[in-house]
């Protein structure tokens, strides 16, 4: 089998990392539309403040099992992109996450 560019595997499974913003984060919803490797589209749902590093495991879309009618899972994990160092924090900005901040504690 070769190797795939977007996702890892082990055994039936697969493992692949979706980046996501800030926002997508705090707001969820469909946050990002992953291709499958049969060249489906999947969204990727998740819960408002959901937390970067979790997983998101799409069930039976992986590699099918000899000799059953099985597949494997898809394993995404959620990672953060931080915004640039050319972002601007402005004072409004800072207000508005500490407020979150104080929310979420």
């Given at each position: 089998?070769?190797d795939?560019?977007?996702?890892?595997?082990?055994?039936?499974?697969?493992?692949?990392?979706?980046?996501?913003?800030?926002?997508?984060?705090?707001?969820?919803?469909?946050?990002?539309?992953?291709?499958?490797?049969?060249?489906?589209?999947?969204?990727?749902?998740?819960?408002?403040?959901?937390?970067?590093?979790?997983?998101?495991?799409?069930?039976?879309v992986?590699?099918?099992?000899?000799?059953?009618?099985?597949?494997?899972?898809?394993?995404?994990?959620?990672?953060?992109?931080?915004?640039?160092?050319?972002?601007?924090?402005?004072?409004?900005?800072?207000?508005?996450?500490?407020?979150?901040?104080?929310?979420?504690?």
């Open positions: 089998v070769l795939h560019p977007q996702y890892a595997r082990d055994q039936q499974d697969l493992f692949t990392t979706v980046t996501l913003s800030l926002k997508d984060f705090y707001v969820g919803g469909d946050v990002a539309e992953l291709e499958l490797p049969n060249g489906a589209k999947n969204k990727i749902t998740i819960e408002p403040f959901t937390n970067p590093g979790s997983l998101h495991v799409i069930k039976g992986g590699l099918p099992y000899v000799g059953v009618k099985r597949r494997g899972d898809i394993h995404v994990s959620l990672k953060l992109k931080m915004p640039s160092k050319e972002t601007v924090l402005t004072p409004e900005v800072i207000s508005a996450l500490d407020q979150l901040e104080v929310k979420l504690s």
